[in-house]
């Protein structure tokens, strides 16, 4: 018999866990527990395999993202890091881009670095960008700032020299000297995390991996000896923040590549979803307790990127957060969920988030201590949400405490009942998100209005309807288990793990030689990190190079064929490059020579197959399981509507909104000028009349 498949996804407020068995499906939702992540996984673990009449010896794989190393770094709760850089960068971290990314706000705010002036350490060393060394590395220097480190009790050291993509003989050599002095102490090397140009991106992802390493080995060194107890004997792998996974060994040494985990999950579910149904243009939209999450998905591919920035400070705009340089899943995430508290700003306005009442306390329904209202505690005083049955009955809710708290911060200052006053909260973070929607839409070159929007999470079926309706979208997607969509999509991620390093070459200077050379060494590596969780598995491979005009400061990604590149390739390569150039800007520039300056390799294994589900008996018509009276703001009146449970719906099933759809963890809400149908594969399918 086929064993089991377990996930785990732990969000900010909920933690998912999804096994699959049989074909059949299980899930649990249970709080997060921020102090101790791992015991709410477990408490999850265990209820499925109970659930499921299943014990730990039956799963043969454990897959689990979780948001640890991204809350460490918002939050600052990462190691005492120090830095240790070529002499004369040592500020690199503090400059940044030099730039002001709003300009002309007189109260802008940048990003403190990670590592503070008095724990970064400059070396007397030099390497040229062409990997040629200028200035030898002084040991005995790196050896007088083990002895200060020492004295310090620092927990991490980052190394980052200048061009060590190019050469890291330096950079490994100050990493054995180090090491050897501070037992103990977590050393990143830049030439192992990030082997690229660009020093101020290089040096903050240097940073942010060792800020999150010693934090993250100790989690999953506890982790894996907990399942261990359990008697787990399946592998683990870790969801990673390009949409892959990756071995338990490959987490700790580069923990950095799973900050944005839980979301790329979501992003894999939409992908598989839209090729399923043969969807070409989707917006995956993922609202959980914390955030909500934006991607745009064509021809069934999530967008993806090399960069994106992390822990950003102010009004969540591009350039005051601190840059990663990893794999991504290309997206826009906000501070956008059922846990975003509410509140009045200084002119009286309704404010939403970025500020989570998360787990602990919650909102103020959950009676677990918070007092601020949140999302969450407008759509139970709305009536959208049942106090008796919320997350599957495991606690219930106090409508009463959430319409006071509504009242107080909200509704007396503004003159407005509980109803109008949760009917606003809920107003402005649909405005939120579909502002972020339009903006990331604009940033991206995409047209919302000519996509389907795929709704998923505890809180998206609520307010996916309504998002839909400001962004001009006319069919909204609920998927089956949609209130645990990213632990679903965790079960379709394959094993991956993507290398990328900078060799400039210019196109009158083309050296296929040494370019097969360094692509076969990136592969090699990446083959054995991929195949210690995947032995006897066949591995794909897709490169590609990054490519600009002379002179420029941006480049495109091209795609490489799959054998050993020759010299007529560089003509094929710059012609694939211009045709890009001209789609993405309009312009095709002919007299100015290309430049290839970072190649890509990423080995992973096949997907895991399609995400259909099991078609349900077929009926045409089910009846209301009852009625909920729901505050409708359009009427500005409480009327009855019918309430249907989702378990009692089959293909083909068809009804008009308003209308509720309700299942143990999560609920839709089906709007007045809405139709729904159930698809043959169980999905629920909106459409806008």
């Not at 009449?53 to 979780?66: E, K, P």
């Not at 103990?184 to 995390?193: C, D, F, K, R, Y």
């Not at 309807?465 to 679903?488: C, F, H, I, W």
Request: glycine share 10%.
């Amino acid at each position: 018999m086929p064993r089991a498949r377990l996930a785990a996804d732990i969000g900010g407020t909920f933690t998912d866990v999804v096994l699959e068995h049989d074909g059949r499906r299980f899930s649990a939702k249970v709080l997060t527990t921020p102090r101790a992540p791992a015991d709410g996984m477990l408490e999850g673990i265990t209820q499925v395999l109970r659930d499921a009449r299943l014990g730990a010896g039956d799963v043969g794989v454990l897959i689990h993202g979780t948001t640890l190393a991204t809350n460490a770094l918002i939050e600052r709760a990462g190691a005492r890091t120090a830095f240790v850089t070529t002499a004369g960068f040592r500020d690199v971290l503090e400059m940044g881009y030099e730039k002001r990314y709003e300009h002309y706000d007189l109260d802008l705010e940048l990003p403190v670095p990670l590592v503070p002036r008095e724990l970064r350490f400059a070396v007397t060393e030099r390497v040229t960008a062409r990997g040629e060394v200028n200035r030898p590395l002084d040991e005995d220097e790196v050896a007088r700032i083990a002895g200060s480190l020492h004295e310090t009790g620092v927990d991490a050291v980052a190394i980052g020299f200048l061009h060590s993509y190019a050469n890291d003989a330096h950079e490994r050599r100050a990493g054995e000297i180090l090491g050897a002095r501070l037992p103990g102490v977590a050393i990143t090397l830049s030439s192992e995390v990030c082997p690229e140009i660009r020093e101020y991106e290089r040096f903050s992802t240097t940073c942010a991996n060792a800020y999150v390493q010693p934090l993250m080995t100790r989690y999953l060194g506890r982790l894996a000896a907990e399942l261990e107890r359990m008697s787990f004997r399946c592998p683990l792998y870790l969801m990673t923040s390009g949409g892959g996974l990756t071995t338990l060994e490959a987490a700790r040494r580069f923990p950095v590549r799973l900050i944005e985990s839980g979301p790329a999950g979501g992003a894999i579910l939409s992908a598989g979803l839209a090729r399923d149904a043969g969807i070409p243009e989707v917006l995956s939209f993922d609202m959980g307790g914390t955030t909500a999450k934006i991607c745009f998905i064509s021809d069934g591919r999530p967008e993806q990127s090399r960069k994106f920035e992390v822990a950003r400070i102010w009004r969540n705009l591009r350039g005051s957060g601190l840059p990663v340089r990893v794999p991504v899943t290309e997206m826009v995430e906000i501070g956008a969920g059922g846990g975003s508290i509410a509140r009045l700003d200084a002119l009286g306005r309704i404010r939403v988030g970025p500020q989570s009442a998360g787990a602990d306390p919650g909102p103020v329904c959950y009676g677990r201590g918070g007092s601020e209202p949140t999302v969450t505690d407008a759509n139970v005083a709305l009536g959208r949400i049942d106090p008796q049955s919320f997350a599957a009955g495991a606690f219930a809710l106090d409508r009463a405490a959430a319409e006071r708290a509504l009242l107080e911060s909200i509704g007396v200052p503004l003159e407005l009942d509980a109803d109008w006053a949760a009917a606003g909260v809920c107003e402005i973070v649909e405005e939120n998100m579909a502002s972020a929607a339009r903006v990331h839409a604009i940033e991206r070159g995409k047209v919302a209005e000519r996509c389907t929007m795929i709704a998923f999470g505890g809180a998206a079926p609520l307010h996916a309807a309504r998002l839909a309706e400001k962004l001009g979208m006319a069919r909204v997607l609920v998927p089956v288990d949609a209130s645990v969509g990213s632990a679903v999509g965790f079960l379709r991620a394959p094993i991956a793990f993507e290398i990328a390093r900078s060799f400039a070459q210019r196109e009158d200077n083309f050296d296929a030689a040494a370019i097969n050379r360094l692509l076969d060494a990136m592969r090699a590596e990446a083959n054995a990190i991929v195949a210690a969780g995947a032995p006897g598995e066949a591995l794909e491979a897709h490169r590609s190079v990054e490519m600009r005009h002379l002179g420029q400061g941006h480049e495109l990604a091209v795609p490489l064929p799959d054998r050993s590149l020759s010299g007529t390739d560089c003509a094929t390569l710059r012609e694939s490059y211009q045709a890009r150039y001209e789609e993405q800007f309009g312009v095709r520039i002919a007299d100015v020579p290309v430049e290839f300056l970072t190649w890509q390799v990423t080995v992973t294994t096949p997907a895991s197959g399609s995400l259909a589900e099991p078609a349900p008996a077929a009926k045409r018509q089910a009846a209301a399981h009852g009625s909920r009276t729901v505050f409708d703001p359009a009427s500005g009146q409480a009327e009855a509507i019918a309430a249907f449970r989702r378990s009692d719906l089959a293909a083909g099933t068809r009804f008009s909104g308003p209308a509720l759809v309700i299942e143990p963890q999560t609920t839709t809400l089906v709007p007045a000028g809405w139709d729904l149908e159930v698809t043959p594969t169980g999905h629920l399918l909106l459409a806008r009349r």
